[in-house]
Each structure stands twice: as structure tokens, then as C-alpha cells.
Nanobody
Framework: QVQLVESGGGLVQVGGSLRLSCAAS????????MGWFRQAPGKEREFVAA????????SYADSVKGRFTISRDNAKNTVYLQMNSLKPEDTAVYYC?????????????????WGQGTQVTVSS
């Protein structure tokens, strides 16, 4: 298993920006897909974005396309989520996840490794 630690959450105004980071360590392999899920109060956990190890495969939820950008720095074993034009509905706990592939990450996320989450609050 890989240990994942999220950071960068906080309070931001509507229309503002925030960048989340997720540092990975340990495990049998540093390669694999990484991504983000989020869970708002009273709602189910939902997929946000994912990226393959080489960065060539990227996927976004329709609700964040054009506003969020996922990237990774393999030298630092870190994945990022740049969030722009934030809306109140983006308020949630954001979780970092690692899986063997984007397919596994999006279809069977419970099989992956999860971070503890970081709170993002967008004020209206």
C-alpha cells in the first residue's frame, strides 16, 4: 500500500483559486494512476479527476472541466489539483487516491489507496 497525504485545503471566496497537493510514499511501486474524489455533506463521494503515471492519460468530471487541472511531478511523488473559478458547490472534503490504472480508479476506487482528505470550503 501507498501512503497518501493531502494538503492545501482551506477557505476561499467564490471565483477564487486553490491548489491541492498529495504526496505519496511507501508501497511496492510508485507507478500507477492518481486522482481526486470529493464528498460534500449529505452526498455520495464523487470522482473529480485522474491522471496516469506518465501524464498522458487524464480524465475530468464534467462538473469541473475547464476549471480544474490535474498534474503530477513524479520526481516529488506528488499529484496536484489546481482549482479555479471555484463555486459553492465545490465545497467538500477532497480525497487523493492511487490505483493501478485510471479504469480501476474510476470504476472500483475502493480497491485503491486513499488519503485522509482535506477540506475545501467556498464561501458565497
Amino acid at each position: 500500500q501507498v501512503q497518501l497525504v493531502e494538503s492545501g485545503g482551506g477557505l476561499v471566496q467564490v471565483g477564487g483559486s486553490l491548489r491541492l497537493s498529495c504526496a505519496a510514499s511507501g508501497g511496492t511501486s510508485s507507478r500507477g494512476a492518481m486522482g481526486w474524489f470529493r464528498q460534500a455533506p449529505g452526498k455520495e463521494r464523487e470522482f473529480v479527476a485522474a491522471i496516469g503515471w506518465s501524464g498522458d492519460s487524464i480524465s475530468y468530471a464534467d462538473s469541473v472541466k475547464g476549471r480544474f487541472t490535474i498534474s503530477r511531478d513524479n520526481a516529488k511523488n506528488t499529484v496536484y489539483l489546481q482549482m479555479n473559478s471555484l463555486k459553492p458547490e465545490d465545497t467538500a472534503v477532497y480525497y487523493c487516491i492511487r490505483a493501478n490504472s485510471i479504469v480501476v480508479l474510476t470504476t472500483s476506487p475502493r480497491l485503491g489507496d486513499w488519503g485522509q482528505g482535506t477540506q475545501v470550503t467556498v464561501s458565497s
